[in-house]
């Protein structure tokens, strides 16, 4: 499936490849950001919609928050259109190409552990906001 309106030619070879990667690490970026400050939410007992209605309008706003959200709090984490396995696959090979460009690792290792974490309760195969459970019960 692609991403945009129509292929779009990237540059040399590896090119293609360095995108897909930065995009997918958006994707454990944003999915875990969110995931934090929802959980803090949570266990402080704010009201999620008052939250979302002050987030919505302002440039942190991602579209995939309103898409996950009711997912992620009532944690259902299945039918997945991007396994949390290949989550990790992705950020795993990001963290390894962004280290031999002298990119700083320390944000993605951060990413890498949540992630998996979220593989070892055995949630590789479900939708990759699951990294909501390892974020909301990192001692389960």
């Keep these: 499936k692609a991403l945009g309106?129509?292929?779009l030619h990237m540059g040399d070879v590896g090119t293609a490849a360095a995108t897909k990667l930065a995009l997918n690490q958006l994707?454990?970026?944003?999915t875990?950001?969110?995931?934090?400050s929802l959980a803090l939410l949570?266990?402080?007992?704010?009201?999620?919609?008052?939250f979302m209605d002050i987030l919505r309008p302002s440039?942190?706003?991602a579209p995939?928050?309103?898409?996950?959200?009711?997912?992620?709090?009532d944690e259902d984490y299945s039918n997945p259109n991007f396994p949390t396995?290949?989550?990790?696959k992705d950020i795993r090979l990001f963290n390894e190409v962004?280290?031999?460009a002298g990119v700083d690792p320390s944000l993605l290792e951060g990413l890498q552990k949540v992630i998996e974490r979220t593989v070892e309760r055995g949630l590789d195969n479900t939708d990759y906001f699951a990294v909501h459970d390892a974020v909301s019960k990192p001692s389960k």
Excluded at 27 to 30: G, P, Q, R, T, V
Excluded at 32 to 36: A, E, K, L, R
Excluded at 64 to 73: A, G, P, S, Y
């Design 5 to 7: 309106e129509s292929p």
């Design 42 to 50: 949570q266990k402080e007992d704010v009201n999620i919609e008052k």
């Design 59 to 61: 440039a942190l706003y």
């Design 85 to 88: 396995k290949h989550l990790l």
């Design 27 to 30: 994707i454990a970026s944003l």
């Design 32 to 36: 875990i950001g969110f995931s934090t």
């Design 64 to 73: 995939t928050f309103d898409k996950k959200l009711q997912r992620m709090l």
């Design 98 to 100: 962004a280290q031999q």
